[in-house]
């Protein structure tokens, strides 16, 4: 038997960190069991989907690793319709599913609580297909569904305590998970690997599979995804989207890399590995079934390390996107005929060492693309405290008669300066650093003085000078 695996999103926002998860572990299983990844987009909730998330998670999930053509699908559920309804028909007629007409407020005054569930009043009453009645599944009253889930194991649930859940609307339109079992049934689909927060949802969806005549998929819930207080990552509060961490700057594969250790390690005591690694060792049944913690600062470094192993020429390409802006990427600050690739070149390998995500490549280096530097006013009081007018004075002085502008003379040069004023180097720097690039801090001073040049320089410390009594 063939393993198939799916993929299943809803589009109804950005892609959530958690879906790109489980759908590399998908991806991987599928190509370790020499399986059929599917990708079906569950787009049947027209009121919250759109198109444009649809082809977001398309884009996100090719820019991490799982490129279009290389699956099968994306199948879409919503011309699926046909064989949802005669599935929900078929259940009808085999007396498995019954027409109920109650109102939600009609089974709150029956049971007495607005918490139980559904109590079977219509079950026996063989009422006909009608304007306003929903179709709900009749659950055995005896007996119990055993989930085989490769990750939690065998979670049993007592058959007598699941409800008569709808499983179409009055308009006749079937829910979701009836919807989403047909889906897996007419694609063949072998294991469902999801997100832990369907657990609930999988007795019932497996006494569907076993009233439709089909065996049930093998399951694994992979463990809900959360923030530092523990709290499911939602997109209300936390920042979820991967499209989000990718236009900020993080690197695919540093974050696939981190995705899989989400409740994951690979063997020895490492975390960052190559992709073939984690292609090789991941197992699904070793994934850890409690909460995986989703840490941004950790993912951070882990981005600032597999920046930094980079060779230079990918770096400078891999910063593109934010020198010149895209669809999605802002452009930055300067005009695109100010871009000196030259000039990035010189000072891509300072600033490959000292930035985390990719997008801070830009304030490290709009000091050489702007026609005069972007002052930031704390950092100019900071910095042009007094004796700081004597100071650019005496250093336009000496660096005027500077015979090689390089970035060694340069700082001799200006430690000289501060020497003559009882200024250690750190000290002599800050206003020269505030005038030239507008910041306190940044990429070594001295370099990227080399790299302005000359004239440039010198206008902005003339220029600063200026501004000060
Ligand atoms: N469309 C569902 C979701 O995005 C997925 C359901 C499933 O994987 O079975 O949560």
New binding site residues.
Partial sequence: MTVRV?????P?GMFHVG?AR?ALQNWIFARQQGGVFVL?V?DTDAARNRPEWTEGILSALDWIGIARGSYEGPYF?SSYAAEHRAAAQRLHEGGRAYYCDCTREAVQARTGSQYSGYDGFCRDRGLPAGEGRALRFRTPDTGETVVVDLIRGEPTFENRLIEDFVIARGDGSPV?LLA?VVD?MTMGITH????E??LP?TPK?QLLWDALGVKPPVWAHVPVVVNEKRQKLSKRRDKVALEAYRDEGYLADAMRNYLMLLGWAPSGDREIVPWSVIEDEFRLDEVNPSPAFFDEKKLRAFNGDYIRALPVDEFVAACRPWLTGTDTIAPPPWQPEEFDEAAFAAVAPLAQTRIAVLSEIVPNVDFLFLASPNIEEAAWAKAMKEGAAELLDATVAAYEGLASWDAESLKATLEAVGAERGLKLGKAQAPVRVAVTGRTVGLPLFESLEVLGRERTLARLRAARLRLP
């Avoid at 799916?6 to 809803?10: E, G, N």
């Avoid at 469902?192 to 997100?195: E, G, K, N, P, T």
């Fill in positions: 799916r993929f299943a999103p809803s109804t879906g489980s079906r569950e559920q979701f989403n897996d469902v690997i999801r997100a927060e369907h949802n969806q």
